[in-house]
């Protein structure tokens, strides 16, 4: 019987022996063929998680972020004590102990899910087996992963210290919000940084990897609660919290920015504009999605937020005045529930969630509650009522209106209101009704001498519309262009002493005869270069094009960066090929420094997340500014290497020209800064597109207006009058900051006086309205009067006036024959059109 026994036991002990190394065998070949194809661990020592991408104002102030997952990287040595010890009594309390796996702590969180019912739950995996999981195999939930996240988390304890693994994860997970890492949550859900924390919200932070959903501060805010105060219950028993502490942060509240309780991060932020979203667009074109939404870039402006706010108003105005002379109410085409209406916590909700602009300086959005004879009562978002203030339009205020209130507005209707103040004092008068203009319209304006772009507005609202006109919409910039015309001229040998003749044209251009006229649908006989420009004479232009020839004009065009290709057809001369305001506000600039090519930019830098400057767009050199000390009087000397894109000389004269617009011609009146100015104005065929570009000697601004859908802005509507008056409005205040002075004479060239209507030379003492001085080059014979005319290879009828002074000369009627380029007689109406063709250039 003993040997029966004692026989068994062998036998068992044999077969527990054996059962025990083929498990081990069975292990070890598991874990030998999970380990052979695991990803390399190395990396993480090297990693870098996608962080936000910030853009500064050129004053250093944040103006926007940008990242796919928003996380702000925070070092190790800058995550304070508290918030690692909050994560690791949650997560792994073990974890300075423990070689990457944990098993007591395994048995432990199962215990703890026992007892509270699966309500507290303590991370059975250790905080390196989760960074295993987020960096390396992904979160699915298989045996073969976690096999392979115990092999792998032993293996990076050997590689990486505990405070780099705790770094990594502190970085990477994920807690809500859209929040990556500990820094961004504790800035979207408290808008604080780390050191900044309470012990209680260390403590929610580190309740939130489990489920962040489960735990949202509002929406399940007694099971936050609950899951915060086990955290700090973990903390105290750990020891990293003393029992006043752990008691005064457990009878906390929870305060949060989601419930209101703190403004959120972004109220910091200006809204988000055509300015940086432009940034956006070409910087993630230049380095590449990827790394701008998750490379931590740094990038510095060349934004200017004094005068953005002011180009902002003075298109915004502009466009408005426009539309308001239209009397047509259209309100946002957003209405709420009239139910709610009686109810005004309910609709103060229903208008907190309509979808209308709110990033119009001053503009609120309203509801209409009830609609009257004599007034209209709203509700406005963000304002209380006052017996000073009352929540009523009067009828007054609709004047503009065709209608009465019945006729265009219901209650539920969404509008926008600004509050009308007194000019003299500032005090309330009423709530006036505004609205969101059909028309809409760029600006931007830069430095001359860098291309730095100071303000840039593509439209009347960004909220409204993100569509950038200044930057994408391409349209035709009608007699804007008419200077790349002259500048071609000028450096082509011709002088502001020729004459051209203003007189009718026909040409044939195989699809039918395209017949340019001018604006006033007068014609002025042999005529002055300056006056052309100055008055925006079409049929000048067109024949100074045919002298030049168009593939010369052509080339200086795309010289200048206004089109990459310019067809050679003599309609463009007048401006009909298409470009953006970008593009021809950048050319002007070359006009106003001198002939010196300078690319726009909206970035003066970009750094990487470890600071290294990647970017920078002024790369010109400094000869002496490695020198303690500088002379009295002497500032930094700088050298340009800009390439020369046309003649300094050239340049001068073409910006005396464009002078006259604005003292004498289109622009006449509605330009008015106190520092030399020049600039052109632009009206396309039917008033489809009214632009104006101007320039003082250090800064050049271009505004557009017209329709989406291109159509005609009406009878009146001239660059001059819409869009000259902006310009003027935002260069006021670009002057004031900025200053101006007279534009630099460049050497080699001299003044001769001549008469601005005959071209004739005048005495060096001639004074008088008519008498200009002109600039002309060292050398050059300038041939003066008719001896310098210009036909453009068209023929002139005999009967045709010469010299009218001034552009109020009686009309007169087109001759009925004309000769054309080829030589042929040809028969033109009185009211000739422009037959198949846009002729791009009115005025």
Known sequence: MIRFILSFLGALFSFVTVGIVAAALMIGAIFWMYARDLPKHDDLATYQPKTISRIYSGEGRMIDEFAEERRLFAPAEEIPDLVKQAFISAEDKNFYTHKGYDARGIVAAAIEAVRSRGHNVRGASTITQQVMKNFLLGGERTGERK???????????????????????????????????????????????????????????????????????????????????????????NGYLDQPSYETARAAPLLTVQNGDYPPFSDSLPPRDYFTDEIRRQLSNDFGEGEFFGGGLT????????????????????????????????????????????????????????????????????????????????????????????????????????????????????????????????????????????????????????????????????????????????????????????????????????????????????????????????????????????????????????????????????????????EPFLANALGAQETTLYRMVAAYAMFANGGERVAPTLVDRVQDRYGKTIYRHDTRRCTDCDQEVLPQGQAPTIVSDRERVMNAITAYQLTSMMRGVVERGTAAGRVNLGVPTAGKTGTTNDARDVWFVGFTSNIVAGCYMGFDRPRSLGRGAYGGSMCAPVFNVFMQAATEKYGGGPFKVPPGGHFIKIDRYTGDRMADDASGPDVVAEYFRDGEEPIFGLGALIDGGFGMGADLPLFERGEDAPEIEMPEEITTSTGRKATVGPKANFGTLSSGGLY
């Open 147 to 237: 096999i392979k996240e115990l092999i792998l988390a032993t293996r990076i304890e050997e590689t990486l210290s505990k405070d780099k693994i705790l770094e990594l994860y502190l970085n990477e997970i994920f807690l809500g919000q859209n929040s990556y890492g500990v820094a961004a949550a504790a800035q979207t859900y408290f808008n604080k940084t780390l050191g900044e924390l309470a012990p209680q919200e260390a403590a929610y932070l580190a309740a939130l990897p489990k489920a962040p959903s489960t735990y949202h501060p509002v929406r399940a805010r007694e099971r936050a609660l609950e899951r915060r105060n086990f955290v700090l219950r973990e903390m105290y028993e």
């Open 299 to 566: 990038i510095r402006a060349t934004l200017d937020p004094d005068l953005q706010v002011k180009a902002a108003q003075a298109l915004r105005d502009g466009l408005e005045l426009y539309d308001r002379a239209q009397g047509v109410w259209r309100g946002t085409g957003v209405t709420i529930d009239p139910a709610t209406l009686g109810d005004e916590a309910a609709w103060r909700v229903a208008l907190a969630q309509a979808d209308v602009p709110r990033d119009i300086a001053g503009w609120f959005p309203a509801v209409v509650l009830a609609v009257g004879d004599q007034q209209m009562r709203i509700g406005i978002e963000g304002v209380t009522e006052t017996e000073a203030e009352p929540f009523v339009v009067p009828r007054k205020d609709i004047d503009w209106i065709k209608g009465d209130f019945a006729a265009n507005f219901k209650p539920g209707d969404v509008v926008h209101v600004r509050r009308m103040t007194a000019d003299s004092d500032g005090s309330f008068i009423r709530w006036t009704l505004r609205q969101t203009p059909e028309i809409q319209g760029g600006f931007v304006a830069m430095d001359v001498n860098t291309g730095r772009v100071l303000a840039m507005q593509g439209g009347f609202s960004y909220q409204d519309s993100v569509f950038n006109r200044a930057t994408q919409a391409t349209r035709q910039p009608g007699s804007s262009f008419k200077p790349f015309v002259y500048a071609a001229a000028l450096d082509s040998g011709f002088t502001p002493a020729n004459i051209v003749i203003d007189a009718p044209i026909e040409v044939d251009t195989g699809d039918g005869i395209w017949r340019p006229r001018n604006s006033s649908n007068k014609f002025y006989g042999p005529t002055p270069l300056r006056t052309g420009i100055e008055q925006s004479r079409n049929l000048m232009t067109v024949r100074l094009a045919q002298e030049v020839g168009m593939r010369t004009v052509a080339s200086y065009a795309e010289r200048f960066g206004v089109y990459d290709r310019l």
